[in-house]
């Protein structure tokens, strides 16, 4: 039997009769890979009540009884009172905050699974970096079409390898989300909370630029390693970077975003770790592939057996260009070269050669919008909070 958590379950208390904020948030994370047992950690170092769930049984064992993570962040210790079960609905009971740290092609099943017994007031954040494969959707989306209605939901984005996290080693992260008083008070508390475990946590309410960097930049990793592979040079992987910078931005103003959202930790931040490291799983992977002569299409698989997000970001996003007439010249590279339909040198010589599009930033089309609350991109006054900026657009 696991401890109850104090008073009854948050998803049998009605939505007007909770308290917002309360005296240390709560926190569940839905996935015990290596982000979600990092995030899990730092939420604990933080002094914040922590469960973690994990689908295998043997995992959350582990977790509870040797205080690591031996299948995904070996030889690391997790500090003392992180909570672990496989037991999804005992997790979710009185959070106060939700991280889904689970891939993005299976945020929607855990999703619909765990929507019954999500407390009602839970901030709902998507920690996965992608879109949805076969609907294109953001991870917003998938969130909201599962949670019930009203549930507040965001993005939890930014340069974070699990590993310096779970260590305490300073990290700036961004959450996007729509502005939702009750749900800014929740995310102003946790980010005053992680400070305590060297996170430092920007509010941004551009919540479609946080998720397109996210979903865009391993992809960009994986052709930085191409580069790499095939002894293009220092210069190459640059403007290749350049390169996917744009395709960034093309893809936020068309789906209703703001560019320069792409100037935070979640944009530039996290493509500079991702595409510059070696630690990078997405860039390993990339210089397998550019070190191949040939390479039969399939499930890609990293050093360590597991699909990269890259991979899977670079076919997914085949679906919102299609449906924006867009073409995202990096993506399609990675999508050729994982295909099969071409080698990553030529591959690569398409991306460096093509023109980059001068003409200025503009809505390609109506935005996707987070909700009907939501009107067009507006720059705001920043509303400057204790360890905070938030970025406030103003609310058609």
Request: charged share 20%.
């Amino acid at each position: 039997m696991h401890p109850r958590n104090r008073g009854e379950s948050a998803a049998h208390v009605p939505h007007a009769a909770r308290t917002p904020v309360r005296e240390p948030l709560e926190l569940a994370v839905l996935g015990a890979g290596s982000w979600g047992t990092a995030l899990a950690a730092a939420s604990r170092r933080a002094g914040l009540p922590t469960r973690l769930w994990s689908r295998r049984p043997d995992v959350a064992h582990a977790i509870r009884t040797t205080g690591s993570n031996p299948r995904h962040l070996p030889g690391i210790g997790l500090p003392e009172g992180l909570q672990a079960s496989d037991d999804l609905e005992w997790v979710l009971q009185g959070a106060d905050v939700v991280l889904f740290a689970v891939p993005c092609a299976a945020l929607r099943e855990l999703g619909e699974v765990a929507s019954a017994a999500l407390p009602r007031h839970a901030l709902v954040l998507a920690t996965c970096k992608g879109v949805e494969p076969g609907s294109g959707k953001l991870m917003t989306q998938v969130l909201r079409e599962v949670c019930a209605k009203g549930q507040p939901v965001g993005m939890l984005a930014g340069p974070s390898f699990a590993d310096e996290v779970v260590r305490g080693l300073p990290t700036r992260l961004t959450l996007g989300m729509s502005v939702h008083p009750p749900a800014v008070a929740v995310a102003r508390q946790l980010a005053g909370a992680l400070r305590a475990a060297s996170i430092e946590l920007e509010l941004c309410d551009d919540e479609i630029g946080v998720q397109v960097a996210g979903a865009l930049k391993n992809p960009v990793a994986i052709a930085c390693g191409m580069a790499s592979a095939q002894g293009l040079g220092e210069n190459a992987r640059a403007a290749i970077v350049a390169r996917g910078l744009d395709d960034m931005r093309r893809l936020t103003v068309a789906l209703g975003g703001r560019g320069e959202t792409l100037f935070r930790s979640s944009g530039v931040g996290d493509l500079f770790l991702t595409a510059s490291s070696s630690h990078s799983r997405n860039t390993r992977l990339g210089m397998r592939l550019g070190a191949s002569a040939e390479h039969r299409a399939g499930a890609p698989a990293d050093d360590a057996g597991e699909l990269t997000e890259g991979a899977s970001a670079s076919q997914a996003l085949a679906v919102l260009e299609r449906r924006l007439q867009l073409e995202l010249q990096v993506p399609r590279a990675v999508r050729d070269v994982l295909s099969g339909r071409c080698s990553a040198g030529r591959a690569l010589k398409r991306v460096l050669e093509q023109p980059i599009d001068e003409a200025p930033a503009g809505p390609i089309r109506p935005g996707l919008h987070a909700s009907s609350g939501q009107g067009a991109a507006h720059d705001g006054g920043a509303v400057r909070v204790p360890g905070v900026v938030w970025n406030h657009r103003a609310l058609q």
